[in-house]
């Protein structure tokens, strides 16, 4: 089955430092140390090329929904490759894996969505979602509404127009960025809310978007786009009182609600995407990642009714295409994909079973540890905030290095979590099982247990 012999780790470091700019690292740091090399997955376990034994609590990158391994996906994509690898839409020309995927897609998604514009990563969605929310005020005759609000601390991607919508200051640092782009604050209790209750705050954060509309002028903004709940940015749900009064706004004003359903979308939340979870409907959805489990790459931006009705109808020509837009062996492993999470009855499972048992496992284990302010989470994912001080909600001066330091702690007990300032982050498969969710939750708290005890907290 190999199609390349295998080399010794070293050789592997050597190669990759001479060859790789790996991805948000210092890369002179990195070669020094050398990156780990994975070999196998199966289910939620990972080994790498020393046969060390991996838990995965972070799904990849967010996006092996269904865990590695799957050989009806390898089948899906194994067939598609023999009967068709590659055609386009493109000259007047479909196929039937895109339109088969489509029906799929469009019976798991809420009824008001119609359309999709498929690509082949979460970035793309979001550049082909900013063409297509202006090209829809052109086709309305408001062509001046153009402006693209998102929040601080969000992420939409590493493409230029993605960067720009996003609000990682350092990634904007690299210059270069798109204009009419505009940022509000992140609804962040923990770090943000001061005296006030998450419910005041949380409508205080919503609020800016309505002072942000008129200070631009509201004939001037096209969409607010955000994620329903903050991924990359440190795992942050919004307090209950955000997303209905971020809505009230949009309508008010006629700007686009734009969902970016990247990591929330395909059942991480326990719904089948993450606005449902909570309570409020976007025009559009940005999607990716959990479409295909990561097995290819595979995004999309869906769109409602109301907005692919007026393209259709009245746009024209709509000048924007990719080369492997709807590509035949993304959408075949995309209908596998779906079908599993669909006809195994996983996304229900993690509703009612699996999501509230990591949810209890995890509060039970660490939200009385003295330097955990707060254990937020839905579904399979979820967030250890480190405080100084619960009372206070005091960060730490130093929270990124110590969260890094216990992601690191977490490598070493043989469990995958990610960490984002101060605050740690685990968004297992979707197919965790409870013996997994347990030893994901027991390793993490060593891995808090040790890292207070190397910081003296
Ligand atoms: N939107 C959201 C909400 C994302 O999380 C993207 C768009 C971009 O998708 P692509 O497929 O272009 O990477 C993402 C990606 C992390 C991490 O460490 C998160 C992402 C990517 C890499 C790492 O949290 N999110």
Request: glycine share 10%; hydrophobic share 40%; charged share 20%.
């Given at each position: 089955?190999?199609?390349f012999?295998?080399?010794?780790?070293?050789?592997y470091?050597a190669?990759?430092?001479?060859?790789?700019?790996?991805?948000f690292?210092?890369?002179?740091?990195l070669?020094?140390?050398?990156?780990?090399?994975?070999?196998?997955?199966?289910g939620?376990?990972?080994?790498?090329?020393?046969?060390?034994?991996?838990?995965?609590?972070?799904?990849?990158l967010?996006?092996?929904?269904?865990?590695?391994?799957?050989?009806?996906?390898?089948?899906?994509?194994?067939?598609?490759?023999?009967?068709?690898?590659?055609?386009?839409?493109?000259?007047?020309?479909?196929?039937?894996?895109?339109?088969?995927l489509?029906?799929l897609?469009?019976?798991?998604?809420?009824?008001?969505?119609s359309?999709?514009?498929?690509?082949?990563?979460?970035?793309e969605a979001?550049?082909?979602?900013?063409?297509?929310?202006?090209?829809?005020?052109?086709?309305?005759?408001?062509?001046?509404?153009?402006?693209m609000?998102?929040?601080?601390?969000?992420?939409?991607?590493?493409?230029?127009?993605a960067?720009?919508l996003g609000?990682?200051?350092?990634?904007?640092?690299?210059?270069?960025?798109?204009p009419?782009?505009?940022?509000i604050?992140?609804?962040?209790w923990?770090?943000?809310?001061?005296?006030?209750?998450p419910?005041?705050?949380?409508?205080?954060?919503?609020?800016?978007?309505?002072?942000?509309?008129?200070?631009?002028?509201a004939?001037?903004?096209?969409?607010?786009v955000?994620e329903?709940?903050?991924?990359?940015?440190?795992m942050?749900?919004?307090?209950?009182s955000?997303?209905?009064e971020?809505?009230r706004?949009?309508r008010?004003?006629?700007?686009?609600?734009?969902?970016?359903?990247?990591?929330?979308?395909f059942?991480?939340?326990?719904?089948?995407?993450?606005?449902?979870?909570f309570?409020?409907?976007?025009d559009?959805l940005?999607?990716?990642?959990g479409?295909?489990?990561?097995?290819?790459?595979?995004?999309?931006?869906?769109?409602?009714?109301r907005?692919?009705?007026a393209?259709?109808?009245r746009?024209?020509?709509?000048?924007?295409?990719?080369?492997y837009?709807?590509?035949?062996?993304?959408?075949?492993?995309?209908?596998?994909?779906?079908?599993a999470?669909?006809?195994?009855?996983?996304?229900?499972?993690?509703e009612r079973?699996?999501?509230?048992?990591?949810?209890?496992?995890?509060?039970?284990?660490?939200?009385?540890?003295?330097?955990v302010?707060?254990?937020?989470?839905?579904?399979?994912?979820?967030?250890?905030?480190?405080?100084?001080?619960?009372?206070?909600r005091?960060?730490?001066?130093?929270?990124?290095?110590i969260?890094?330091?216990?992601?690191?702690?977490?490598?070493?007990?043989?469990i995958?979590?990610r960490?984002?300032l101060?605050?740690m982050?685990?968004?297992?498969?979707?197919?965790?099982?409870h013996a997994?969710?347990?030893?994901?939750?027991?390793?993490?708290?060593?891995?808090?247990?040790?890292?207070?005890?190397h910081?003296?907290?």
């Amino acid at each position: 089955m190999e199609h390349f012999a295998k080399r010794s780790t070293q050789a592997y470091q050597a190669l990759d430092a001479a060859h790789h700019i790996h991805a948000f690292v210092d890369q002179k740091a990195l070669n020094e140390v050398g990156p780990r090399v994975m070999v196998k997955g199966d289910g939620l376990t990972l080994w790498d090329n020393d046969g060390k034994r991996y838990l995965d609590g972070m799904s990849g990158l967010w996006c092996t929904n269904l865990g590695y391994g799957r050989q009806d996906l390898v089948a899906a994509a194994s067939a598609q490759l023999a009967q068709l690898p590659y055609y386009n839409m493109f000259f007047h020309t479909t196929h039937p894996a895109v339109v088969e995927l489509s029906e799929l897609l469009f019976s798991l998604l809420p009824g008001h969505y119609s359309h999709a514009i498929y690509t082949n990563s979460g970035s793309e969605a979001n550049e082909v979602l900013i063409r297509t929310v202006r090209r829809y005020w052109q086709v309305m005759g408001k062509p001046e509404k153009k402006i693209m609000i998102g929040r601080w601390n969000g992420y939409h991607g590493s493409t230029l127009a993605a960067t720009a919508l996003g609000g990682m200051k350092f990634m904007h640092e690299m210059g270069g960025l798109i204009p009419d782009v505009a940022h509000i604050d992140e609804p962040y209790w923990y770090a943000h809310g001061g005296n006030l209750s998450p419910e005041a705050f949380g409508l205080q954060a919503a609020r800016q978007l309505e002072t942000r509309i008129l200070e631009l002028g509201a004939e001037n903004v096209a969409a607010f786009v955000a994620e329903p709940f903050q991924g990359a940015g440190g795992m942050i749900i919004p307090p209950a009182s955000y997303w209905p009064e971020i809505q009230r706004i949009c309508r008010q004003y006629d700007v686009l609600l734009c969902a970016d359903e990247v990591i929330g979308g395909f059942g991480r939340t326990g719904e089948w995407f993450a606005h449902q979870t909570f309570g409020f409907e976007p025009d559009t959805l940005s999607i990716a990642k959990g479409l295909t489990s990561g097995y290819v790459p595979m995004g999309g931006l869906i769109l409602s009714r109301r907005m692919a009705d007026a393209l259709v109808e009245r746009g024209g020509v709509f000048a924007h295409g990719l080369t492997y837009s709807g590509h035949p062996v993304a959408a075949a492993v995309a209908i596998a994909n779906l079908k599993a999470l669909r006809d195994e009855g996983i996304v229900e499972r993690v509703e009612r079973d699996t999501g509230p048992y990591l949810q209890r496992r995890l509060r039970e284990a660490l939200a009385g540890h003295p330097n955990v302010g707060e254990v937020q989470g839905v579904g399979m994912v979820a967030a250890l905030q480190f405080t100084e001080d619960k009372a206070s909600r005091k960060r730490f001066d130093n929270e990124s290095d110590i969260a890094w330091h216990c992601r690191t702690l977490g490598f070493e007990e043989g469990i995958i979590i990610r960490s984002t300032l101060g605050r740690m982050i685990l968004a297992p498969a979707l197919v965790a099982t409870h013996a997994e969710i347990d030893e994901l939750v027991d390793k993490t708290r060593v891995a808090v247990e040790r890292t207070a005890e190397h910081f003296g907290l």
